[in-house]
């Protein structure tokens, strides 16, 4: 973690921690993605790349985009570029340092499940209901996946969980 504050052109930024936060290796529709998670600061990341451990480059930050603290980052289109039977992912920074690699996560089934950390960024990873783009939390309840009705799942919930709800339920 940095705490350095650089004065640029009149504007401060302060270089924080960017971590590989949750990765859909195998979706049950659409693409394979990973979500960046910043935790201070505003930092830069255009240019950023992910890697697997084939090495093999998956994903650039191509856009100029700027990650605010607090705030997630997901890099969509991975399609088909994991190895859902074992594969891990690395962040390298415009200038090719390694920033952060995860271990090597496995993604049997295509459901809504993510390797994620808990808490954000600097958690371990664990396997958990996504939630891209939104802070991470295994206090989710899903109707009618895991609860018949959505009173079982309210009556099942405790404060701050989360209650999903499926259309035509």
Same mark, same amino acid.
């Given at each position: 973690?940095?705490?350095?504050?650089?004065?640029?052109?009149?504007? !401060?930024?302060?270089?924080g921690s960017v971590y590989i936060n949750e990765v859909e290796l195998n979706p049950d !529709?659409?693409?394979?993605?990973?979500?960046?998670?910043?935790?201070?600061?505003?930092?830069?990341?255009?240019?950023?790349?992910?890697?697997?451990?084939?090495?093999?480059?998956?994903?650039?930050?191509?856009?100029?985009?700027?990650?605010?603290?607090?705030?997630?980052?997901?890099?969509?289109?991975? !399609?088909?570029?994991?190895?859902?039977?074992?594969?891990?992912?690395?962040?390298?920074?415009?200038?090719?340092?390694?920033?952060?690699?995860?271990?090597?996560?496995?993604?049997?089934?295509?459901?809504?499940?993510t390797h994620q950390r808990l808490p954000d960024g600097t958690g371990d990873f664990d396997f958990?209901?996504?939630?891209?783009?939104?802070?991470?939390?295994?206090?989710?309840?899903?109707?009618?996946?895991?609860?018949?009705?959505?009173?079982?799942?309210?009556?099942?919930?405790?404060?701050?969980?989360?209650?999903?709800?499926?259309?035509?339920?």
């Amino acid at each position: 973690i940095f705490g350095i504050v650089f004065l640029l052109l009149g504007v !401060s930024f302060v270089l924080g921690s960017v971590y590989i936060n949750e990765v859909e290796l195998n979706p049950d !529709s659409g693409s394979e993605w990973v979500e960046l998670y910043n935790d201070v600061g505003t930092i830069n990341i255009t240019g950023w790349k992910l890697w697997d451990n084939n090495p093999s480059l998956i994903f650039t930050v191509t856009a100029e985009t700027f990650l605010g603290p607090g705030s997630y980052y997901v890099a969509v289109g991975i !399609s088909n570029k994991l190895n859902n039977g074992g594969d891990s992912v690395s962040l390298y920074d415009s200038d090719d340092l390694l920033i952060q690699s995860t271990s090597v996560l496995v993604d049997g089934d295509g459901d809504d499940k993510t390797h994620q950390r808990l808490p954000d960024g600097t958690g371990d990873f664990d396997f958990f209901i996504d939630t891209k783009g939104f802070m991470n939390s295994d206090n989710i309840r899903n109707v009618p996946a895991e609860y018949g009705t959505i009173q079982a799942a309210i009556d099942a919930a405790g404060p701050g969980d989360t209650i999903n709800i499926a259309a035509g339920t």
